[in-house]
């Protein structure tokens, strides 16, 4: 059970809009830490894709976007594409002194 | 850039204890104020993060590993370990090493590939 909620699946057919949520609590989103997002593609190592809530490291494409609001955070894709199709997983911190991931989303691209 | 890559047995005992190494590439593990983490995923499950430790060597674990994880800095090797001992099958896992980005709280950037470790006798 993760401290962090996150959908098991979401789905969207290309150039559709779909949006992943991340819900935490009082002791971690809520506490004011921000929240990062990971994408891991089949087979391979997660990476990068929001880190503070909003901001994209060089290379993401501006079609990935991130928000936090109160308890929960949000990650929006838009003009979906095949090659988005991964899990994606949030990731912040909690004060019981851990660092805390998302149970993680698997979205598929119809 | 740098890159990050993992390496040590891909099997341990019962009781043993699990040693990898992350050998950093492209730049100097001493350099900037990061940090040098492990995270590790269970097969077909999600993320769980072990612990860090910064370049002044202060570390800092997951309280549910803490008894039994040590994270070290090798700056003459550029490298980073992770010992875990006792293990037992729940310990399974793909373990990834990453840089740790200094935030509230910290993020993670790069991953190295990761490095299965199945516990079996």
């Known amino acids: 059970q993760s401290v962090l909620t996150q959908p098991p699946s979401v789905s969207g057919a290309p150039g559709q809009r779909v949006t992943i949520s991340c819900t935490g609590s009082?002791?971690?989103?809520?506490?004011?830490?921000?929240v990062h997002w990971y994408q891991q593609l089949p087979g391979t190592a997660p990476k990068l894709l929001i880190f503070?809530?909003?901001n994209r490291p060089s290379g993401v494409p501006d079609r990935f976007s991130g928000s936090k609001s109160g308890t929960s955070a949000s990650l929006a894709i838009t003009g979906l594409q095949a090659e988005d199709e991964a899990d994606y997983y949030c990731?912040?911190?909690?004060?019981?002194?851990?660092?805390?991931f998302g149970g993680g989303t698997k979205l598929t691209v119809l | 850039q740098v890159q990050l890559q993992e390496s040590g047995p891909g099997v341990v005992k019962p009781s043993q204890t699990l040693s990898l190494t992350c050998t950093v590439s492209?730049?100097?593990?001493?350099?900037?104020?990061?940090?040098w983490s492990w995270i590790r995923q269970h097969p077909g499950k999600g993320l769980e993060w072990i612990g860090y430790?910064?370049?002044?060597?202060?570390?800092h674990y997951n309280p549910s590993l803490k008894s039994r994880v040590t994270i070290s800095v090798d700056t003459s090797d550029n490298q980073s370990s992770l010992k875990l001992n006792s293990v037992t099958a729940a310990d399974t896992a793909v373990y990834y090493c990453?840089?740790?980005?200094?935030?509230?709280?910290?993020?993670?950037?790069?991953w190295g590939q990761g490095t299965l470790v199945t516990v079996s006798s």
């Open positions: 990453a840089r740790g980005w200094f935030g509230e709280p910290i993020w993670f950037d790069p």
């Open positions: 492209g730049g100097s593990i001493t350099s900037g104020a990061y940090s």
């Open positions: 430790i910064y370049n002044s060597g202060s570390t």
């Open positions: 009082s002791s971690n989103i809520g506490a004011r830490y921000d």
């Open positions: 503070g809530n909003i």
């Open positions: 990731q912040s911190y909690d004060s019981s002194l851990t660092v805390v």
